[in-house]
């Protein structure tokens, strides 16, 4: 094959053929264009003139260029170009292809596969056998070499995982056998097991090496501070400047999973990772689930969160909310401290709070609630809810839980309650006993000074004793807890202020809190706390990033999850445990990457794979597409293409280059315009006819206005009722015709806004000459139709003192080229009436929105550019009578337009001149 | 060939946009046929005029008895005197005249003869007498002379330019020429002094292609005739234009002067545009003549 950089020629012979293109253009060049014959009356004018110049009987260079271009492709076409022809792999002996198989694999994975299947294509050619092996799987025992047509159908089910290399990998490269050359797929993230197996590799035979140059990216799990996350994107090179986006998904209040926050950020030229932090409400935070670096598929792409990350919702309820008091003695002062830091609180009222669906609810000394609220309360418990009480004096004091238990205590309580080592009362205040086996609280130290003064006594009952949680030295019982449903009941005997007890004062109060999942937990579970605990995934990532369910996965222990490690045997996802969920994330807070840097004597390649492209059909359209501009600039050279016969290869030329319909938008250019000045507006049927009479009629009519009154119109204008602001025009006219589409939507909301706010339409059937108002015509049928939606009031025919009647003129028909009296107009109130010695009636205020008629006042109105009257009018005098009343109408209508009820007003002239005592 | 009865039939469409305006005659002397117009002075004709004692002379049947039987003396009813106006047109039916540069267009001569049958109808319907000298037909009144008239309209011309025909003018009446005036100026010029010399006053209308105005040609062209007695090559049709549009401008000019010293009035009229704003002014070109 004959080469030319990349490019191989099937047929390189057929390229001499480019040596008769100067020849061509020789020829070319001596041939003028033919000459047009044209019959033509004005050649009379044309005897006796002579040409400038003789130049054009020549073909023009650029037409020529155009013709040796097209002549060229054609013969380069044929001579059978190829791009990047293939070129074949050699080499013998077994083949090692090796996979980094990690997550950074899965980012152009399908890139590798095609590679990888190249690769193969290539061995089973040779006639090697092959191996392929992830270094996140390696295979027990001896390489499995195999027939290339074999790893052929396996490499596309081969998915990378989740994880990386295990750190001994370099044992298992060290411990291979025999001679092979090796192919290693690097991911191109760079590790400490890299070097020592590809020494290992090295001792074994050649080694290759396929690095896609992408940056890979990954995210840090999300941190949480100052009561804002922060999630730390990764990449492995800097250099560039990169703009990126994460994205926050969770759950809806529906349920279904959805990106509730976005945002973006830019790694900086020489930046390597960059902060991005995520304001979000506590509402939305707590539901949270991951964070995804968007556009990228990888497991390091995406950050799962857990508890961490979560704020409980804590409503603090107290019994005394009396603000008078010292602040100290608040029964919910030293809640607030210890909740604070941690959790975030809620005020209000009972019931607004449960709206709001809070994870625990905090009585403090809250004795009664009411009916209502109470079954509130055991709903929103049913559902999970935790509900924290705490004693107090009016707890003590009230009759709640005495008889029988109380729906919302865990416990019955005796009588009064109990008061030790105080003024009046005797022995030690009482010190808490170490907690128990089944308590919550087991394994938290008891401070030696914390001591109870005052409680309330539980009463003595069958089902006691598995509720106490905690409880004093001398057995009774200071915390006790019931579940009800999903949820569960807590009762602290003492008061959540110092009055009762120290325990509020000490630290123990906030441990205590914390156990009971009141408070949220430091980020992560230490090692110590994981002890003897045992996860069970709930989701595990895929090395895409996807997040997939568990199946069946063992569970693995506390010590196994402090790690952090993911493996095999513990693939990156949610672990739960008791009472809590913890993330395993591909990345830790102290990750980084970069790239692998190979020794200078190791073959690197990109997985590009440059497949073949064959030119010839591309030239060959690009000669035909050439030709098809040289038909073109030919006819316009030699006068064919504008010329008077050219009409219909231009509309063919026009028609096939698909121009956009001709777009009427208004500018706002326009609209100054059309707000400046008096513009009076007609609707654009899309009759073209009906069109220009309507401009021709509203010309004239601005016209007359110009010269007989203050109105100062200028030009028409088109209306199109879906593009354009109606409300810049006071009066419209709206010429039917029979086949008129209907209007829009948006065009009967633009329409019904105006005819609201104050806009006028002239409806005109233009069809009085054959039918009565409202009767059969087609134009009235197609009126009715439109107007359907419309907004339009009550009608009637123009009274006799309507206000339309004396506005400049004074008229009582308002003829257009037809004379029929049916004009309606919007009918004056029904208690409108004709008040004794007045002219007229006190009609209704404003304008009437609607003027509808058939007497085609367009018609009479019609002047042309050199005000000719375009239509005839009846005939003789009397039609010129009837357009002139036509002409007043119309001027009435435009006075009624702009100047409303003014005239309606000047009924009470009398009555003011006569109140002034004139 | 035009098909006499469809000319007729949108010749009175054009002509029913505009009300029968009476034709006023400039010269009473002349010309005096009995017709429509009245002269505001006492004459032969239908309208009242008014009464006058009679006079030595006055025909005893002139008398108004039941007049003068109101009063001592004897009264002549008088009538008002009526004439009726002449007017000759001459269409230019020529091979030229057949030109339209795009399908939608009409062609010159198709505009040149609803234009003057249309001012026929409306002529007639006012009383006057039209007759047309390029068919032949005499000076006639009369709703059936019209017929006649869209009958010898739509007759064609063999020659490649027309040249107007005054034989047939009366003295004094009205002449209209209806051409493109594309042919030898000075056969319109001898036919205007010579109608001049007559008295006879008019309007000339100059019927032109768009095309023609506006020479939208480019590269190498031949343009014929359309009798294609002329012919003319050219290698770059774009580069004439300007020429072209100067002659153009001076023939119309010309004409413009020929019939402001004649006292005939002159228009160029498209074929593009809408033939009753031409109708109109040749009307009062016609009709307000003084």
Known sequence: ?918 | MTQPQTLRTRAEDVAGAFPPLLAQADQLAATVMVGEHGRRRAGVGDSFWQYRPAQLGDEARSIDWRRSARADQNFVREKEWQTAQSVQLWVDGSASMHFASEPNLVTKADRARVLSLALSILLIRGGERVGLSSGGVPTRAGQSHLIRLADALSADDVDDYGCPDTSAMTPLSRGVFVSDFMGDVDAVERALSEAATRGVRGALVQILDPQEEAFPFDGRTIFQSMGGSLQHETLKAGDLRDRYLDRLAERKDRLDRLACETGWQFMTHHTGDAASSVLLWLYSAIGQVR
């Open chain 1, 1 to 918: 094959m004959f080469m030319l950089g990349p490019l191989g020629f099937l047929a390189p012979w057929l390229l001499l053929g480019l040596t008769v293109l100067p020849i061509l253009w020789l020829l070319l060049r001596a041939v003028p264009p033919a000459p047009i014959r044209r019959q033509f009356p004005g050649v009379a004018f044309l005897l006796g003139l002579t040409d400038d110049d003789s130049q054009s009987d020549k073909t023009p260079w650029l037409l020529m260029l155009l013709r040796m271009l097209a002549v060229a492709a054609v013969i380069v076409g044929f001579a059978g170009p190829i791009l990047n022809p293939k070129t074949e792999r050699t080499g013998s002996g077994p083949l090692l292809i090796l996979l980094d198989g990690s997550w950074a694999d899965a980012r152009d994975w399908s890139a590798k596969q095609d590679r990888m299947d190249e690769l193969l294509g290539d061995a089973e050619r040779a006639d090697r056998t092959v191996a392929v092996v992830p270094l996140t799987d390696v295979p027990e025992g001896a390489l499995p070499f195999q027939s290339p047509s074999e790893w052929r159908t396996r490499i596309a089910n081969l998915a990378p995982n989740p994880w990386a290399p295990a750190a001994d990998v370099a044992d298992w490269a060290n411990g291979l056998t025999g001679e092979f050359e090796t192919y290693w797929m690097s991911d191109g993230v760079d590790r400490d097991s890299r070097d020592a197996v590809l020494s290992a590799l090295e001792t074994r035979g050649p080694v290759t090496v396929f690095e896609s140059p992408r940056a890979t990216l990954a995210l840090r799990p999300a941190q949480f501070e100052d009561g804002e996350i922060s999630v730390t994107a990764i990449r492995d090179v800097g250099g560039v400047t990169r703009d990126i986006s994460i994205t926050a998904h969770g759950l809806d209040p529906a349920g279904n999973e959805r990106a509730l926050a976005s945002v973006a950020a830019t790694f900086d030229a020489d930046e390597q990772s960059v902060e991005v932090p995520f304001d979000l409400p506590p509402e939305l935070r707590n539901r949270v689930t991951r964070f995804e670096l968007d556009g990228v598929r990888t497991a390091g792409a995406v950050t799962l969160t857990d508890d961490a990350l979560r704020r409980r919702e804590v409503a603090l309820i107290a019994g005394r909310e009396d603000r008078e008091g010292l602040e100290l003695l608040s029964p919910l002062h030293y809640l607030e401290q210890a909740l604070e830091p941690t959790a975030d609180l809620i005020d209000g009222s009972l019931t607004d709070i449960l709206l709001a669906n809070p994870d625990v609810l905090v009585f403090a000394d809250v004795a009664t609630l009411t009916d209502g609220e109470q079954d509130e309360v055991l709903d929103w418990l049913d559902a999970g809810g935790l509900l924290l009480r705490f004693a107090g004096p009016r707890l003590a004091a009230s009759d709640i839980s005495r008889t029988t238990e109380d729906p919302l205590m865990p416990v019955r309580l005796r009588v009064g309650g109990r008061s030790v080592g105080g003024a009046m009362s005797w022995g030690e205040p009482k010190t808490l006993a170490p907690f128990t086996e089944d308590s919550p609280f087991l394994g938290l130290r008891v401070p030696a000074d914390v001591t109870v003064t005052a409680q309330v006594m539980a009463q003595p009952d069958p089902n006691l004793s598995s509720r106490v949680i905690a409880e004093l030295t001398d057995g009774t019982p200071l915390v006790t807890r019931k579940s009800v449903g999903e949820g569960q009941i807590i009762l602290f005997h003492v008061t959540a202020n110092a009055e009762w007890s120290s325990l509020p004062l000490s630290g123990l109060f906030v441990q205590m809190l914390e156990r009971m999942a009141v408070s949220s937990r430091p980020s992560s579970p230490s090692a110590e706390e994981l002890e003897g605990t045992t996860w069970a995934a709930t989701g595990v990532l895929d090395a895409f990033g996807r997040l997939n369910d568990a199946a069946n996965l063992a569970g693995i222990t506390g010590a196994r999850l402090a790690e952090q490690t993911p493996a095999a045997d513990m693939p990156p996802g949610l672990y739960a445990g008791d009472d809590r969920a913890v993330a395993v994330n591909v990345t830790t807070v102290d990750t980084t990457l970069a790239r692998p840097t190979w020794p200078a004597r190791i073959t690197v390649e990109g997985l590009a794979v440059a497949s073949e492209v064959l030119l010839k059909g591309w030239l060959i359209a690009a000669a035909l597409a050439l030709l098809a501009i040289d038909v073109v600039a030919s006819l316009a050279v030699s006068g064919r293409l504008f010329g008077p016969r050219a009409t219909t290869a231009m509309v063919a030329i026009v028609a096939s280059m698909a121009f956009a319909p001709d777009v009427r938008a208004q500018s706002d250019a326009d609209a100054i315009v059309v707000t400046s000045e008096v513009v009076l507006g007609y609707v654009v049927t899309g009759d073209s006819e009906v069109d220009q009479i309507s401009e021709a009629g509203l010309r004239g009519l601005s016209r007359t206005l110009f010269r007989r009154t203050s109105i100062e119109p200028a030009d028409p204008i088109g209306v199109d009722l879906d593009a354009d602001e109606l409300a810049f025009f006071p009066f419209l006219y709206w010429p039917i015709t029979g086949d008129q589409a209907l209007p829009s939507r948006a065009a009967y909301s633009n329409l019904n806004r105006y005819l609201r706010s104050g806009g006028m339409i002239l409806f005109d059937t233009r069809d009085a000459d054959t039918a009565r108002f409202g009767g059969g015509s087609p134009e009235g049928r197609r009126l009715q139709a439109i107007a359907r939606p419309l907004d339009i009031p009550a009608l009637e025919p123009i009274p006799s003192d309507h206000v339309l009647t004396r506005t400049f003129y004074l008229l009582q028909d308002f003829p257009g080229r037809y004379a029929s009296r049916d004009v309606w107009v919007e009918a004056a109130p029904a208690d409108a009436q004709l008040i004794e010695g007045m002219p007229f009636r006190n009609l209704n205020d404003g304008v009437t929105p609607v003027v509808i008629g058939g007497n085609d006042w367009a018609r009479a109105w019609a002047v042309d550019q050199r005000n000719n009257f375009m239509f005839p009018v009846g005939r003789g005098n009397s039609g010129e009578r009837q357009r002139e009343i036509a002409y007043r109408f119309g001027v009435n209508l435009i006075m009624h337009v702009l100047t409303g009820n003014y005239k309606s007003d000047q009924v009470h002239v009398p009555d003011l001149l006569d109140r002034l005592g004139q």
